[in-house]
T-cell receptor, first 114, second 111 residues
Framework: DTGVSQDPRHKITKRGQNVTFRCDPI?????LYWYRQTLGQGPEFLTY????????KSRLLSDRFSAERPKGSFSTLEIQRTEQGDSAMYLC????????????FGPGTRLTVT | QQPVQSPQAVILREGEDAVINCSSS?????VHWYRQKHGEAPVFLMI?????EQKGHDKISASFNEKKQQSSLYLTASQLSYSGTYFC????????????FGTGTQLKVEL
């Protein structure tokens, strides 16, 4: 399968714990995006990378969230000191560097904070 | 600012047509359409770039009115497999390549 993959698919954690998610983009895609989706809502942009450079981060994103893409391939999203409000589906997408920037989504990681 | 979709929900009988609209208050570079089934990731349908083009494949097509910052998704001769929530994602001019997703349209196709 050459699509976007994410790991784990589900994560249950207790409030205050740290969690880390991984995303592997489509191999030839330079751009990688993270989104968050809550029930009944559309995905909400968190951050995106071109190769290893983080080009933009949502102003709404708490400092507890950090993302990396150290070698320009896979990316990790870490949430520190999780809160119940962090419970959501975390989606990763990837696209080519040039237009038309079609973004293809992975299956997501569903986070439940208890 | 989040684009507005209409209608919020629609129920069709198999074979009927539907139109889903997406409207933005900002100048758009592109509009992306996705379908999402419950518990699954959004699936890319098509992208429309600034220029007012219309696209389509199979029985799903879309248009982009650049002057009005509106896009419409047309579903013809609907099939059961078309059921799901449809989202438009918009890229604003000068806003980078992140997508701002609309409020979603729930579509259900029945026999």
């Amino acid at each position: 399968d050459t699509g976007v993959s994410q790991d784990p698919r589900h994560k249950i954690t207790k409030r205050g714990q740290n969690v880390t998610f991984r995303c592997d983009p489509i191999s030839e895609h330079n751009r990688l995006y993270w989104y968050r989706q809550t029930l009944g809502q559309g995905p909400e942009f968190l951050t995106y990378f071109q190769n290893e450079a983080q080009l933009e981060k949502s102003r709404l994103l708490s400092d507890r969230f950090s993302a990396e893409r150290p070698k320009g391939s896979f990316s990790t999203l870490e949430i520190q000191r999780t809160e119940q409000g962090d419970s959501a589906m975390y989606l990763c997408a990837s696209s080519l560097e040039g237009p038309p920037y079609e973004q293809y989504f992975g299956p997501g990681t569903r986070l439940t904070v208890t | 600012q989040q684009p507005v979709q209409s209608p919020q929900a629609v129920i069709l009988r198999e074979g009927e047509d539907a139109v889903i609209n997406c409207s933005s208050s900002k100048a758009l570079y592109s509009v992306h359409w996705y379908r999402q089934k419950h518990g699954e990731a959004p699936v890319f349908l098509m992208i429309l770039l600034k220029g007012g083009e219309q696209k389509g494949h199979d029985k799903i097509s879309a248009s982009f009115n650049e002057k009005k910052q509106q896009s419409s998704l047309y579903l013809t001769a609907s099939q059961l497999s078309y059921s799901g929530t449809y989202f438009c994602g918009t890229e604003i001019v000068g806003g980078g390549n992140k997508l701002t997703f609309g409020t979603g349209t729930q579509l259900k196709v029945e026999l």
